[in-house]
Every structure is written in C-alpha cells, then in structure tokens.
C-alpha cells in the first residue's frame, strides 16, 4: 500500500494599500451646502460654523457647534452627504470633538448609515471630553455610506451645554494577501458575516476541506482547525470583536479565503 503524504508550503504576508480619502470636511467654507441639518427642540444656537467658542477653538480655523444657553430639550442632527466605500477593506472614521454636557442630560451620538440603517458607533455622556476619534467603521462599508452627528437632551436640566466637531474624514485603505501558489476557489458562501457565534459555509463537502485557519489582520493565525473535527462551520464566539479572515484549506491544494466580520 503506498502512502501519500503530501507537504504544503504556505507563507502568507500582508500588504496595506497607500490610503485613500473616501470622505472628508474641514467646515472652513462654512456648512456646507450638501450637508442636511434637523432641528426638533429648542436649542440656543444649532448646529452651524464658528471660529471661536468662549475662546476655543480646533485648529485656528472655523468648525461646527450646537450649543444650549438655557438647558431646554434639544435634538439637533447634523448629516453628511452619501460617498462610496469603493471597495475598500478597512475604512476609518476620523473627527476632532470637544463634548461639554454641563452636568446636564445632554447626549452626543455619532452614527453611520450601512446602506439601510443608521448604527450609532460613539456616544458621548456624562463627561466632559476634548480630543479626536479614529473609529473602525469597515462593518458597514457600502457603496451609500452616510455619517451623521446628534446633540440631544431630552429633559433639558436648566443648564448650558455643548458639541463642537471639526475635520470630518473617512479613510479607506485594501488588503491584499500573498500566497504561494494560491488558487482561489469562488464557489464557496460564507454566512452569517457579520456573525456573533459561528460561520458557516457551503458549497464544498466536509471531506473536500483538509483545515480552516483564521488570520487577524496582522497575518497572524489565531485559530485552526482540522477539517475532519468540523461539519460546516467554525466557533468564533471567542474572538474579540473585529475584522478577520478565514481560509479554507482543500485536499486538492485550493485555497479559499473570505473577510469576516466579528460582532
């Protein structure tokens, strides 16, 4: 009986693009005229530009505020134009903010529309804070990506408050991976993605997948599995939430890899 024993050599490494600017807004020109504002509440001062507030200000040029003097019940939303993720694998948003909440109830939400619905991705409450946000928004690229800020108290509290943002920016940069003899085999459906507990896959039998690894985006691999302890699918309940990939590893040497989404 002869037997078959077969090596593979695999080096992987992990190339980032130069960076590319999806979107971006510094408000020097003042609101801009594609940017929608709505107002519901009473606030002192809604959302437009200023150079200066009580003395503060960014970077020395104009930037955008909504503020309350009297501590009246507000919602003020400032919201983007659409732009498109152009295909791009990791995508950042970048803002500066300073987040005066007085003491008062007063809440400030940042949020971005996945192409069907909006998902808050910060919330600011309870604390004054100043600084600037680099916020990993790659779950819900799409090609209608929108962005959108919230100045709200719902009870008012008697009391000032205020929200400043400036320089506006989303980033998109692409990964590309390198194998050593990589064939891609197409015909493989990963589902759920995004997921909580496990992925799953079809279209390749059990017996057709020797292993299934896991990369972050480091390269490095931080799950494996034989396939022949696997149906169809993978735990990925312990992994932090983020952005992965998961390749698949077939007897006839086909490699699949597919990004997924971890919540």
């Known amino acids: 009986m ?7 050599v695999f080096m992987m490494s992990t190339v980032i693009n130069a960076q ?3 979107f971006q807004e510094d408000f020097n020109l003042g609101l ?12 002192t001062g809604t959302w437009d530009t200023t150079s200066s507030h009580y003395g503060f200000d960014f970077d020395s040029t104009p930037f955008m505020k909504c503020y309350d003097w009297n501590g009246l019940v507000t919602n003020e939303v400032i919201e983007s134009p659409f732009f498109s993720d152009m295909g791009n694998s990791f995508i950042y948003l970048q803002y500066d903010f300073q987040f005066l909440y007085q003491s008062t109830a007063l ?3 940042v949020d971005v529309f996945n192409g069907l619905t909006w998902q808050n991705v910060r919330t600011f409450n309870g604390l004054d804070t100043l600084g600037a946000d680099s916020i990993d928004i790659s779950t819900y690229g799409n090609s209608n990506m929108k962005i959108r800020f919230r100045f709200v108290n719902n009870t008012g509290n008697l009391w ?4 400043m943002i400036d320089n506006v920016k989303v980033t998109g940069n692409t990964i590309t991976t390198i194998g050593l003899s990589e064939i891609t ?3 493989i459906l990963i589902y759920p993605n995004p997921t909580e507990n496990f992925i ?3 279209g390749a039998a059990k017996s057709e997948i020797q292993l299934i690894e896991i990369y972050n985006l480091s390269g490095q691999i931080i799950k494996s599995e034989n396939a022949f302890r696997l149906q169809t699918k993978i735990n990925v309940s312990d992994l932090k939430e983020g952005v992965y990939f998961l ?11 597919n990004k997924i989404f971890k919540k």
């Open 20 to 22: 590319t600017v999806l």
């Open 160 to 163: 000032e408050h205020d929200f």
């Open 200 to 202: 799953y896959w079809k």
């Open 185 to 187: 085999k197409n015909d």
């Open 247 to 257: 390749k698949l590893t077939f007897e006839n040497g086909q490699l699949h890899m």
């Open 32 to 43: 801009p005229v594609n940017w929608m504002t709505t107002f519901s509440g009473n606030a």
């Open 2 to 8: 002869k037997t078959l024993i077969t090596i593979t």
């Open 107 to 109: 809440e400030g939400f």
